[in-house]
């Protein structure tokens, strides 16, 4: 596809229940960035990869969260016995290269997640 | 440690008005400076961005900001309001050296979200 897609576009989950979230980037790009927007908080860094390496992990909210990239390109961001208070859109974005002044990041149209 | 402040979570202007939405930071280094669009369930859209030379930058659907270094601001306006531009705003800021988001990420403001009245 031409833009960065993500999957599931919806998410309703049970306090407790694992979920997963998918990004596939555009082809090509190099690095991928996770955010999380809730109601109140803006928009929030998750990590960040470069190839399939997060050099920083201490951005994701607590140790229920993780997040791997195979291949360079898509990535998974599992959060385990999930919370209330997780209940947020989960966006994720891709950049062919970040250093480059004539790039950009580009956005997926998020995960919504919805835990009752 | 770099931050945004977004002045006002909600802008109401009237079809043909000006907007103007308001948009300041701090950074340790030289930064560059992004407006992001957000339509209902709809992903960031990319509006103009500031990285070096002209201070006035033009960008989609008829939108500009200006870079003022010595106000810390980069507002974003445009002459006359359509209905179409209702939407959620936001501001960022990445860190020097990476235009495109450094390990950090971009660095969001909390939004505006601007309306248009009739």
């Known amino acids: 596809g031409a833009g960065v897609s993500q999957s599931p576009s919806n998410k309703v989950t049970e306090k407790g229940k694992d979920v997963e979230l998918r990004c596939d980037p555009i082809s090509g790009h190099t690095a991928l960035y996770w955010y999380r927007q809730s109601l109140g908080q803006g928009l929030e860094f998750l990590i960040y990869?470069?190839?399939?390496?997060?050099?920083?992990k201490s951005g994701l909210p607590s140790d229920r969260f993780s997040a791997e990239r195979t291949g360079g390109s898509v990535s998974t961001l599992t959060i385990q016995r999930t919370q209330q208070e997780d209940s947020a859109v989960y966006l994720c974005a891709s950049i062919k290269d970040r250093g480059g002044l004539g790039d950009t990041q580009y956005f997926g149209p998020g995960t919504r997640l919805t835990v009752l | 440690a770099q931050s945004v402040t977004q002045l006002g979570s909600h802008v109401s202007v009237s079809e043909g008005a000006l907007v103007l939405l308001r948009c300041n930071y701090s950074s340790s280094v030289p930064p560059y400076l992004f407006w992001y669009v957000q339509y209902p369930n709809q992903g960031l859209q990319l509006l103009l961005k500031y990285t070096t030379g002209a201070t006035l930058v033009k960008g989609i659907n008829g939108f500009e900001a200006e870079f003022k270094k010595s106000e810390t601001s980069f507002h974003l306006t445009k002459p006359s309001a359509h209905m179409s531009d209702a939407a959620e705003y936001f501001c960022?800021?990445?860190?020097?050296?990476?235009?495109?988001?450094?390990?950090?990420?971009?660095?969001f403001g909390k939004g505006t979200h601007l309306i248009i009245q009739p």
């Open positions: 960022a800021v990445s860190e020097g050296g990476y235009s495109g988001g450094g390990a950090d990420g971009l660095t």
């Open positions: 990869f470069q190839g399939n390496s997060a050099p920083d």
